[in-house]
């Protein structure tokens, strides 16, 4: 009898061992607002019901892959679901890889293999880009005082490797750009945006923009533009500003190296025409290339920080506060506080769409760098020989703060 109820007991839990895979992707143009259903029509054929026939049925005790979509909003948030124990693997951009990787010591295991017009390649491109009929914009140093388009925070070639071009050639979108916008998953709207003059210039990947707009490709100047580059000796076929990593699958340390392998194996086997392929209009996977490039960019942009105790943390994609957060100023420059930040393109007269992020040059110039001790002094003297302190302006110089020169003592 007790042997027939830990038979039982052991066919329970077999049948209870679940895997739980999170995924997000971008929003399909002409597709309504990003849910976790909407992405797991496009993901579950291959993470849930793919993974699950072809490793969870044959692992030598049977399990099953589930998917959830996740990283739309805080409700869906990966960073507690894996603190809660909910999350066991996730398909996400090279920045996600490497925040999880940096935050949770996850592993990466697999990247994929982008379709770029008839080649299959194993990374992906950033395209700077801006209209060539805008006559104004002929070169990155012409970006400043204009409007930017961007995707996800953790998005290589929607957001991060852009920041880093632009500032590696003196451009500081929070302190030279009018307005920077963020879109999330809707990169469609942006790339209208700017097709249509609303804004300057964007940051999209060459796969989404030959995939989704070929006919368009001709109108748009490339910033920064290469031709030729090449990875794993295949040549990228478009003029792009600079190949970025792509989208990955990282797992929890603490699944077995068995089903990691299996995994990882299952997915390589795949090809450009299995039918959940199809779907994620991708031409299989390879073994995870190196997301430490990824890594080094999400520093250097904030999103990745040190927390108090000296851990690894990364900010949020979806979340305004996040986003002011991860911004760090050059030197001789501030960071409003964030309230004001909220208000500035209202301030300056620059709309921002309804479920858009929007920053108006939130860093602003020290004020002891735009003048020098000598002009500041030279001004303090000759408005006070002139008579202005006491020219009975009491409404003027009683606003001024207590330490300036020109307030009388």
Same mark, same amino acid.
């Given at each position: 009898?007790?042997f027939? &109820? ?5 066919s329970?839990?077999? $049948? ?47 399990? $099953?892959? /589930?998917?959830?979509?996740?990283d739309?909003?805080?409700q ?8 809660s124990?909910?999350?066991d693997?996730? @398909? ?26 008839t080649t &299959? %390649?194993?990374?992906?491109?950033? &395209? ?25 925070l ?7 490797? #852009? @920041? ?5 050639? !003196? &451009? ?17 709207s @942006? %790339? ?5 003059g ?22 748009l ?12 000796? /295949?040549? @990228? ?21 068995d089903? $990691?392998? $299996? ?8 090809n450009?025409?299995?039918? !959940? ?12 290339m190196?997301? !430490? +490039?990824?890594?080094?960019t999400?520093?250097n942009?904030?999103?990745?920080h ?12 979806y ?10 100023? =050059? ?6 506080d964030?309230?004001l ?14 479920? /858009?992020?929007? %920053?108006?040059? =939130?860093?602003?110039?020290n004020l002891?760098?735009?003048?020098s001790?000598? /002009?500041?002094? #030279? ?5 006070y020989?002139? #008579?202005?302190?006491?020219? !009975?302006? =009491?409404? %003027?110089?009683? +606003? ?7 307030k009388?003592?």
């Open positions: 009898c007790g027939v &109820v830990i038979m039982c007991l052991a329970v839990t077999a $049948k209870d061992i679940t895997y739980t895979v999170g995924g997000w992707q971008a929003q399909t143009p002409g597709q309504a607002p990003q849910t976790p259903e909407t992405i797991a029509k496009t993901l579950a054929p291959i993470f849930q019901d793919y993974l699950t026939e072809t490793v969870g049925k044959k692992l030598s005790t049977p399990a $099953k892959f /589930v998917f959830r979509g996740v739309i909003n805080a869906t948030s990966s960073r507690d679901l894996i603190e124990g909910g999350l693997f996730l @398909y996400t951009l090279s920045g996600g890889v490497a925040c999880k990787a940096a935050e949770f010591g996850w592993v990466p295991l697999a990247t994929q293999r982008n379709i770029v017009g &299959v %390649f194993g990374s992906d491109a950033l &395209v700077v880009f801006s209209l060539k009929n805008n006559t104004s914009i002929k070169n990155v140093e012409d970006l400043k005082r204009t409007k930017l388009g961007c995707g996800y953790w998005s290589g070639p929607t957001y991060l490797q #852009g @920041y880093q071009l632009l500032r590696d050639h !003196g &451009v500081h979108i929070y302190r030279d750009m009018s307005q920077v916008r963020f879109y999330g998953p809707d990169y469609e @942006y %790339f209208q945006a700017v097709m249509r609303e804004l300057d210039v964007g940051f999209l990947a060459s796969s989404w923009l030959t995939k989704n707009h070929p006919k368009e490709m001709d109108q100047l490339v910033h920064e533009r290469k031709e030729g580059l090449m990875y794993e000796g /295949v040549v @990228y076929p478009y003029p792009v500003s600079k190949l970025t990593p792509t989208y990955g699958l990282i797992a929890s340390n603490a699944i077995a190296w089903v $990691k392998r $299996k995994v990882m194996d299952a997915l390589e086997a795949l450009a025409s299995h039918p !959940g392929m199809k779907l994620m209009k991708i031409a299989g996977w390879t073994s995870t190196n997301y !430490g +490039a990824a890594y080094t999400l520093v942009s904030g999103v990745i040190d927390t108090s105790d000296g851990a690894k943390t990364c900010r949020d994609p979340s305004r506060y996040d986003i002011y957060q991860s911004i760090t100023c =050059p030197s001789d420059h501030y960071k409003v964030y309230n930040s909220t208000k500035q393109c209202d301030q300056a007269g620059l709309a921002c769409p309804a479920g /858009v992020i929007c %920053f108006c040059r =939130p860093c602003q110039p002891k760098n735009v003048f001790w000598e /002009v500041v002094v #030279g001004l303090c003297c000759a408005l020989a002139a #008579g202005v302190i006491y020219s !009975g302006i =009491p409404a %003027f110089y009683a +606003a001024l703060p207590d330490n300036t020169c020109l009388p003592s």
